[in-house]
């Protein structure tokens, strides 16, 4: 079943798919032109978003779990003027494919597998709290506090992608 979303209803939309997706399995595959597709290597999937200027929409982000401090979520790639998003559910009624196509005819395809794996969620704020490590010259005695950091980051990037 395939679904189109309304552009005046993607921002809501995209809240809404994040926070049911979030840390699910996924694979990116972006085609420029009708006939070649490349696959892109996706970590931890943490979600879709609106890139904007102002008030306009000049490109949706696909964005997983990246392993600074200051760049939790990271984007995988851009899909600049978009023009339409196309939501596909399996037989079970479970978001299977998100559709990002943009006016030069650019489409992401994201395909999405299995449960979310809260696990993923884990991994980041583990590379997030070792990059803090890292960034202080691998000083010891703050892993506790790196930890707690990195959770209030991890969890503030997850709750702006979906509320």
Known sequence: ??????????????????????????????????????????????????????????????????????????????IKDPSQIVLEKDKDGRDYHLRVRSNDGTEARLQLNGEPQIEQGRTVVEKVAYSMFENRGYGHGDDMSDWYEAEQKVRQVEISLTR
Do not use: C
């Open 1 to 78: 079943m395939s679904n189109e979303i309304k552009r005046n209803n993607w921002s809501r939309f995209l809240k809404k798919f994040n926070s049911a997706n979030q840390y699910r399995h996924t694979a990116l595959s972006v085609r420029h032109d009708k006939n070649k597709a490349d696959s892109i290597e996706m970590g931890p999937f943490i979600g879709v978003t609106l890139s904007k200027k102002g008030r306009f929409i000049d490109g949706i982000q696909f964005l997983t779990g990246g392993w600074d401090i200051n760049a939790v979520a990271k984007p995988v790639i851009t």
